[in-house]
Each structure stands twice: as structure tokens, then as C-alpha cells.
């Protein structure tokens, strides 16, 4: 076979699998919006805990966080919040009800490749995750007046490490899960833990306890780090490398442990 025919022959492969990926993805998307009921609860209580806070905040400022408005402090938190919920609890939950009810094993057995299965189940996490992202932005822009990212390349990075490293760990957590029936509260009580110590619901002092304790985890630096974009404090850069760093170190320790503890068949005897 010739040059020319082989790179005709890896084109058409690599345009095979594209659709095979793509297939897959609508058939994830289709099943993830028929079901009402998870859909609007993945996606819908972002968007309440904003509107209700929001209307709460009104004109009330943080002193400590150089005379922010509240509401403003709110938005990228709550961004943050919908990439987190998607890519993090979501999809575990998903997961061990996959594993446990046999669909894994049986999906791995059919004539899908795993990676295009992997590939799809996570890119329709990230379109979900997106989906909040826009949701939150427009709600906070034209519901509330906050201010919009003032710088998008660091916005945009932040996102992508983050469904990254979240999704990963959303991975790494399905696998500690031992049934089903434990996946939405464990995962839950994990997660909402997390936020309340991150100061999701009200800002908290710099230098308290709390504050230094949530530091060790990445839900705090993750949320710092989608802040920083909106130029919200002079003295902030919008790339909060640090947090990043932070976020990254906690996806990658997540896709060791999600490789060597990850599997397809139901756990149950």
C-alpha cells in the first residue's frame, strides 16, 4: 500500500471514529435531557441557589473583599458550583448506577470501543457543565447587572482544567462507592461539605480557620480561580496559577486512582 493510500486510510479512520464519538455523545445527551426530573435538578439548582441569593444580597457589600458587591462575589462561585456538581457529583452517581445495574459491562462488551464510550460519556459531561456556565452568566449579567469575565483566555483555561481535574474525580469517587443505593448520599455529603467549607454560601475572613482548613481542597481554589477572570480586586491577577496548581494536583491524583481502582462489573455479589 502506497503513502498516499495509507494517510487516505487514517483519514477515513479518524473520520469513523469522530462519528462514532459524536453518535455517542448525542445518544448520552438525549438520555440526559429525557430524563426531566435529573435535568433540571443537575442544571436548575445552580440556578435557584443564584436567584435566591441574589435577590437576598441586594446592594450588600464585603468589606474584606475590597468593598465587593455581594451578588457579584456570588456569580463566579456559583460557576464554579455548576462545573463542579456536573463534572464531580453528577457524574459519579452516574457512574455507579451504570456499574451496578450491568450497563458498563454490557456497553464494554458491545461493538463500541471503550474509549469512544469514555469519551463520550465525558464530553457530555462538559456540554452540561457549559450549559450551567451560560446559564449563570446571563442570569448574573442581565438578572442582577454583575459584571461579565473581563479577561475570557484565563476564564476559558480555568473552565478546561477544571472539568478536567473534576471529571477525574468524579471517576476516582465512583470507585469508593460501593452500591447504588449509597452513591447520591455519599456523594452528596461529600460534596455540599466541601462547598460549605469553601465559603460558597457567604464569604469567609482570609485568614480564619475555616478558611485555612478548606484550603487543603480543591473546591475553595477552584472557586477562587474562576473569580479571578472578573477582575473583581485590583490587586488579584486574573490567572490564579496557584489555585490551578492546586486544582490540577487533585485531578491528577484522582486519574491514578480512578486507573488503578476503576472497573465495569457490578460490585455485588
Known amino acids: 500500500m502506497s503513502q498516499f493510500e495509507l494517510q487516505q486510510s487514517g483519514r477515513s479512520r479518524a473520520k469513523d471514529d469522530l462519528r462514532l464519538v459524536g453518535h455517542q455523545v448525542k445518544y448520552e445527551q438525549l438520555a440526559f435531557w429525557l430524563n426531566r426530573v435529573g435535568a433540571i435538578f443537575t442544571v436548575g439548582f445552580s440556578v435557584v441557589f443564584l436567584v435566591m441569593l441574589g435577590a437576598d444580597a441586594g446592594t450588600s457589600r464585603i468589606p474584606y473583599l475590597g468593598n465587593m458587591e455581594l451578588v457579584q462575589y456570588y456569580v463566579p462561585g456559583f460557576v464554579a458550583y455548576g462545573v463542579m456538581s456536573a463534572c464531580f457529583t453528577t457524574l459519579a452517581i452516574n457512574l455507579v448506577v451504570r456499574r451496578e445495574t450491568g450497563l458498563l459491562k454490557r456497553l464494554r462488551l458491545s461493538p463500541?470501543?471503550?474509549?469512544?464510550?469514555?469519551?463520550?460519556i465525558f464530553?457530555?459531561?462538559?456540554?452540561?457543565?457549559?450549559v450551567q456556565v451560560v446559564?449563570?452568566?446571563?442570569?448574573?449579567?442581565?438578572?442582577?447587572?454583575v459584571n461579565l469575565p473581563r479577561a475570557w483566555a484565563p476564564f476559558v483555561v480555568v473552565l478546561l482544567v477544571g472539568i478536567v481535574s473534576f471529571v477525574a474525580m468524579g471517576v476516582a469517587m465512583s470507585t469508593a462507592i460501593p452500591n447504588q443505593e449509597t452513591a447520591g448520599p455519599v456523594t452528596s455529603i461529600v460534596f455540599f461539605v466541601l462547598l460549605f467549607l469553601s465559603g460558597l454560601w457567604f464569604p469567609l475572613q482570609p485568614h480564619s480557620g475555616l478558611a485555612k482548613f478548606s484550603n487543603y481542597f480543591p473546591v475553595r481554589h477552584f472557586i477562587f480561580a474562576v473569580e479571578a477572570p472578573f477582575e473583581l480586586r485590583p490587586d488579584v491577577s486574573p490567572w490564579a496559577w496557584h489555585d490551578l496548581l492546586i486544582v490540577g494536583i487533585w485531578g491528577a491524583a484522582a486519574i491514578i486512582i480512578a486507573l488503578r481502582r476503576f472497573r465495569w462489573a457490578p460490585r455485588r455479589a
Not at 464530553?123 to 457549559?130: K, Q, R
Not at 446559564?135 to 447587572?145: E, F, S, T, W
Open 112 to 120: 463500541l470501543p471503550t474509549w469512544a464510550l469514555l469519551t463520550s
Open 123 to 130: 464530553i457530555s459531561t462538559t456540554v452540561v457543565a457549559l
Open 135 to 145: 446559564l449563570l452568566l446571563a442570569i448574573g449579567r442581565n438578572g442582577y447587572g
